[in-house]
């Protein structure tokens, strides 16, 4: 059952014993002890703090931070659960989240008072919208100066074998040293690691 053949090319592919064993080892991936290794080497090729993000029960957490050469003076450590609309993290889970799931978290941020962002009139609906689709766009999400000034970041999202977001990849850092250009260094090298992370987890882009 590893091999078999197609009766109408001749042509040999992999038997239905091969692609069921393809699909075990899929579900074994751990995303996380597959990330961590990529994360630390992308902290030392950047000189950025890393952070890497799961869809927790209130939101985007941060469950492993990479720290730079230097401090950063941020509310971000292991355990922070991060706006999902003011903050990069934030961003690009809900740019890839099921719609009605990212207005759930949006009303219970609004009321709580998390984030003084996309509320439900229409007008600020359509910017929401807007934002996210450029996220889709770009394949990461970026903030710069919010929501805490003079502190830049980048959020680029991991993908499983199935395309559903599994991590988010975030580097962050002061304006001062930190490049936010969407075609800048840091900017190609988180989407890269995003990528590769992706690829480890059997994710193939269409």
């Known amino acids: 059952g590893l091999i078999e053949q197609n009766p109408l090319t001749g042509r040999y592919e992999l038997g239905p014993f091969a692609l069921q064993m393809g699909l075990i080892s899929l579900q074994l991936l751990d ?18 703090t890393v952070g890497l993000a799961v869809l927790g029960n209130l939101g985007p ?21 991060m706006s999902i609309q003011s903050t990069a993290t934030g961003r690009a889970f809900a740019a890839f989240l099921p719609p009605k799931q990212v207005e759930r978290m949006i009303e ?14 229409q007008g600020k609906a359509d910017a929401l919208e ?11 999400a970026r ?17 499983t074998h ?27 090298k988180v989407q890269a ?5 992706s690829e480890r987890l059997g994710y193939t882009s269409a």
């Open 108 to 121: 219970r941020e609004n009321k709580n008072g998390v984030a003084a962002g996309f509320g439900a009139q």
């Open 61 to 81: 957490t941060i469950i492993y931070i990479s720290e730079s050469s230097y401090p950063i003076h941020v509310n971000m450590r292991t355990g922070t659960v």
């Open 162 to 188: 199935t395309g559903a977001i599994a991590l988010g990849v975030t580097a962050i850092g002061p304006a001062g040293n930190f490049d936010a250009a969407w075609s800048g260094v840091i900017a190609q």
């Open 31 to 48: 995303p996380v002890r597959i990330a961590i290794p990529l994360v630390t080497q992308l902290t030392a090729e950047i000189d950025q």
């Open 130 to 140: 807007k934002m996210l689709a450029e996220i889709r766009k770009r394949g990461m």
């Open 143 to 159: 903030v710069m100066g919010e929501p805490i000034p003079g502190i830049n970041a980048l959020c680029a999202p991991v993908f």
């Open 193 to 197: 690691c995003a990528h590769q992370i």
